[in-house]
C-alpha cells in the first residue's frame, strides 16, 4: 500500500454502537489530521497531531476520541453518535519541508449514523 | 475565527474556454493557500499551491494569483478539458492549519 490508506471505507452504526476508523499512512510523515466532509459544507479540521501530540482540537465533541499511538497510525473512535454526524471522514498526513507543505488525503470513511 | 468564501458554487465551460475560481479569506496571519481537486467519489489533491511571499504561481495550464492586500486569491484554468471536471477547494491558513472553502464544482462540457 502506498499513500495514505483507510479503513474502513463504509460504516453504518447505530447511534448506541461503538465503533473506530482507522487512518495509516506510508509516506513517513510527521503530522496527520481528521477531517469532516459534509455535503454543501467545507472540509472541516477536527483534530491534528504532529509528532504524536494533539497540536489542534477544533471544539469537536467528545462522542469523537482521537488516537495517534505512532507516527504512521491514527485512529477515529466513535461512540454515541448523532445522525448528523454522518458524512465522509477524511484523513490526511503532511511533512513539514522546506519545499512543501502538502497535505496527502486518504480516500475517506462514508459514516452513517442511524 | 478564519472563513473562508468561496465563488462560484458552480461553473459550466465549453471545452477549450477558461475557468476562474475565486476566494477570499479573513485572517490576514494566514500565509498559505493551497488548491485541491475532488473527482467523484474519490480523495482531494493538491493541484497548486502558494504562499504569502509570492502574488502568482503557474503550473502548465493552471495558475494561482494573491493579492495580500484584498485578502483574495484565485484559480485560473486555461484551455478546459472535459477531465478538469471535478469539485475545486480553496484553503488558507498555515502549516498544519487550514481553513476550506465551500468548493467549486466544475462542468467541462466537449
Known amino acids: 500500500e502506498t499513500g495514505v490508506t483507510q479503513t474502513p471505507r463504509h460504516l453504518v452504526m447505530g447511534m448506541t454502537n461503538k465503533k473506530s476508523l482507522k487512518c495509516e499512512q506510508h509516506?513517513?510523515?510527521?503530522?496527520m489530521y481528521w477531517y469532516k466532509q459534509s455535503a454543501k459544507k467545507p472540509l472541516e479540521l477536527m483534530f491534528v497531531?504532529?509528532?504524536?501530540?494533539?497540536?489542534e482540537n477544533n471544539s469537536v465533541p467528545s462522542r469523537f476520541s482521537p488516537e495517534c499511538p505512532n507516527s504512521s497510525h491514527l485512529f477515529l473512535h466513535l461512540h454515541t453518535l448523532q445522525p448528523e454526524d454522518s458524512a465522509l471522514y477524511l484523513c490526511a498526513s503532511s511533512q513539514r519541508t522546506s519545499g512543501s507543505w502538502e497535505q496527502y488525503f486518504g480516500p475517506g470513511t462514508r459514516l452513517t449514523v442511524t | 475565527g478564519e472563513n473562508v468564501e468561496q465563488h462560484p458554487s458552480t461553473l459550466s465551460v465549453q471545452e477549450g474556454d477558461s475557468a476562474v475560481i475565486k476566494c477570499t479569506y479573513s485572517d490576514s496571519a494566514s500565509n498559505y493557500f493551497p488548491w485541491y481537486k475532488q473527482e467523484l467519489g474519490k480523495r482531494p489533491q493538491l493541484i497548486i499551491d502558494?504562499?504569502?511571499?509570492?502574488g502568482e504561481k503557474k503550473d502548465q495550464r493552471i495558475a494561482v494569483t494573491l493579492n495580500k492586500t484584498a485578502k483574495h486569491f484565485s484559480l485560473h484554468i486555461t484551455e478546459t478539458q472535459p477531465e478538469d471536471s471535478a469539485v475545486y477547494f480553496c484553503a488558507s491558513g498555515g502549516f498544519q492549519k487550514l481553513v476550506f472553502g465551500t468548493g467549486t464544482r466544475l462542468l467541462v462540457s466537449p
Open positions: 509516506l513517513g510523515h510527521n503530522a
Open positions: 502558494i504562499r504569502s511571499n509570492v
Open positions: 497531531y504532529s509528532l504524536e501530540e494533539r497540536v
